[in-house]
């Protein structure tokens, strides 16, 4: 039998650059270090940025510290944001609610009409008021620039915020004249009652060609799996010793993710990161999954086990991410129409995550932030979120960014596929309803 070779589709290939290594923990020890030398380096980067877009801003105003400021005197001041907050859980709350026979109730969001912002240097801090500065949508963590001056009640009247908006964006390569594809999913949720094998099981037969268009298939140079990967039955993660027939159920679901992924890794080349439900470090940035847990995908060189957050270049077209953590904590503490806005707002803080260490947990870092945004990416996506939704923003020097959030697969069915010629995106869906 004579195979005819012009039908048999050659997968596109691509130049893949991990930019991972900021957010790996390798030399960094734990001393009983405290979380203040990360706010401290947070501010002194963040504060010479703003520093220099001052004299654009506002050219005929004095820079000022919170200790210097003069009652009625307009000035510019530079800190980092602190929310106070009446529906903000405490610790101590908890330990003493947990003893109580009142239930707990955790709301979605802790937001009150009380709340009000402080700006915080090394000099001291000073409680901000006006409108135009809106609690609602800033959170703790937060450097800005604010115009303003000092009230008798001891106040500093806000009447203008310069953040630091969209960082500086490499060139985006204009030699790309034919479609390729960077397909994003996460929430497979292995192990979980929502999970389907069968639905991720098409999408592995979509990706490798064995299912649907081959010239489609073809066009896919790379895949990223954003976080909550497998899900294990609570009862079995208690801290407790397991029998041996439980560890064997509790290994189950890692088992069946490394199947599907050795599947994608003979094809394409595929990044996996941690998420909040897969065994990980919990704190941010979230190490890569021991490869270990691989053993039929991690022999492969087109397997990567990455972090979280993750940043890495596709044919010069750069992507960062997380597997959503960062949004989901600020949902809990500001609002927004969409989930979006968030993701947009920690682009133009240069922030991935502000609200990390005072609600989110991270490592405490002693002289960097690692969380900091220097290059403005092409594509920044969320995993873990209940719906898709897209947006592209453009910046006033020229930055074009798509913003994606990646939906639940194991709820939804959804991946998407982003072009790396043009940045357009489209969802790949399997829905299969069960009798």
Known sequence: MEIDSEKIQQRKLSDYNNLDERFEIQKEMYRGQQY??????????????????????????????????????????????????????????????????????????FMHPD????????????????????????????????????????EFFVEDVLEAGLPPQIERPFELKENKYVVLLSGLSIGSSLANPLQFQLLVDHITGHL???????????????????????????????????????????????????????????????????????????QPLNRCLFPGSAPYNTFRSCTNPHSFDVDNIRFLGTSGQNIDDLDKYSEAKSKLDFVERTLRWRHLAPTAPNTLGCYPFTDRDPFLIETCPHVYFVGNQDKFDNRLIKGPEGQLVRLICIPKFCETGIAVAVNLRNLECHTISFSIQLS
């Open 36 to 109: 203040s030398q990360i706010y401290f380096a947070r501010l002194h980067l963040m504060r010479t940025l703003l520093y220099s877009l001052a004299p654009t801003w506002k050219p005929h105003l004095p820079v000022c510290k919170v200790l210097g400021l003069e009652e009625g005197k307009e000035c510019i001041i530079v800190g980092t944001l602190f929310k106070h907050m009446k529906l903000k859980p405490c610790v101590l709350d908890e330990y003493s609610k947990e003893r109580s026979v009142t239930p707990l109730v955790k709301p979605h969001n």
């Open 115 to 154: 709340d009000h912002l402080i700006l915080e240097d090394e000099s001291g801090r000073v409680k901000l008021a006006g409108s135009a500065l809106s609690p609602a949508i800033y959170v703790t963590g937060v450097v800005v620039a604010l115009h303003g001056k000092e009230t008798s009640a001891g």
């Open 212 to 286: 649907g268009d081959e010239k489609e298939a073809a066009q896919i140079v790379h895949v990223v799996i954003a976080g909550n990967s497998v899900e294990f039955p609570r009862k079995l993660i208690s801290g407790q010793n397991l029998a041996s027939k439980d560890q064997s159920t509790l290994y189950e679901p890692i088992k069946e993710l490394d199947i599907m992924l050795n599947q994608i890794a003979a094809g394409v080349s595929v990044d996996i990161m941690p998420g909040l439900n897969d065994p990980a470090n919990f704190a941010l940035p979230q």
